[in-house]
């Protein structure tokens, strides 16, 4: 391990190479992906046969004692394909890295963006998918921060859904029912699985097939595959519900452990 210490200022220099080696106990292990946003650089470290990745972090040259948050860590234990690392920038108003998941059986994908603030890497959106699944960084709201739209599958292709993250008050918010946006009622009849969601980025809208709730009242409770109507809505982010993501709890805790990890 201190010669992996050693070793970790050096590759700092080269992350734009691709294939940096680490020498490690059990072998060597390569990274086939990095990341640099501004003084922070990324590794991903690809294990021996069998073993998940592992990630290294950088600052400045020199190696940082940081342990990923929890979601990011329960994604790195389950992945079984291809981990990769990228920068993004402007996204909420933060800048960081985007770490993808890439399954090796079924081909889906589990992301994770990390944003720098301040002397810490913090999770602030996340998403997952099938393959073609894609994540969208728009201005929604006119006001020169961009929000992120994602396009997510539950599983497996049956769940097609859109979840959108804001920044608001420097917390990222979550909705992922974007349903409001409908102009009349959706029956609760057809969340079973026939409720399906894409973004359009050409029109900047959530094309939402639905099954109206005046379709069932005038079916009297028979439901038909011609019941089902698709709309574009625009997104009115004031219509929508928001909550802190998922990830704001782990990320303050894992930043006061490291914070107290450094102090002992």
């Known amino acids: 391990m201190k010669r992996l210490a050693l070793l970790l200022p050096l590759l700092a220099l080269a992350a734009g190479c691709a294939n940096v080696s680490f020498s490690q106990p059990g072998g060597e292990t390569r ?7 501004s003084d922070w650089t990324l590794f991903v470290l690809n294990g021996n046969t069998g073993e998940p990745p592992s990630l290294r972090l950088v600052r400045g ?82 006001d020169g921060v ?15 859904r859109v979840h959108l993250f804001r920044r608001v008050d420097d917390v990222s918010m979550l909705c992922d029912d974007p349903t409001p946006l409908l102009p009349e009622p959706a029956s609760s009849l057809a969340w079973a699985g026939h409720l399906r969601e894409r973004y359009d980025p050409k029109t900047k809208t959530i094309r939402i097939r639905y099954l109206p709730e005046r379709r069932v009242q005038e079916s009297h409770g028979s439901i038909g595959e011609e019941m089902y109507e698709e709309v574009a809505c625009p997104i009115l982010l004031e219509r929508l519900s928001w909550h802190p993501s998922m990830n704001a709890p782990a990320a303050s805790e894992s930043h006061a452990e490291n914070a107290e990890s450094a102090e002992n």
Do not use: N, Q
């Open 61 to 142: 040259g020199e190696p940082v004692d940081w342990r990923p948050p929890e979601r990011l860590a329960a994604l790195v234990a389950g992945t079984d394909g291809k981990f990769v690392v990228s920068p993004f920038r402007g996204i909420l108003g933060f800048d960081g890295f985007r770490v993808d998941a890439l399954s090796g059986t079924t081909g889906s994908r589990l992301t994770c963006y990390l944003a720098v603030i301040g002397d810490d890497l913090v999770p602030v959106a996340d998403s997952f998918g099938d393959p073609g699944d894609e994540d969208h960084a728009v201005d929604l709201d006119g």
């Open 146 to 160: 961009d929000e992120l739209v994602c396009d997510v599958t539950w599983e497996m292709g049956g769940h097609p």
């Open 31 to 37: 990274t086939d992906s990095s990341a640099t946003v």
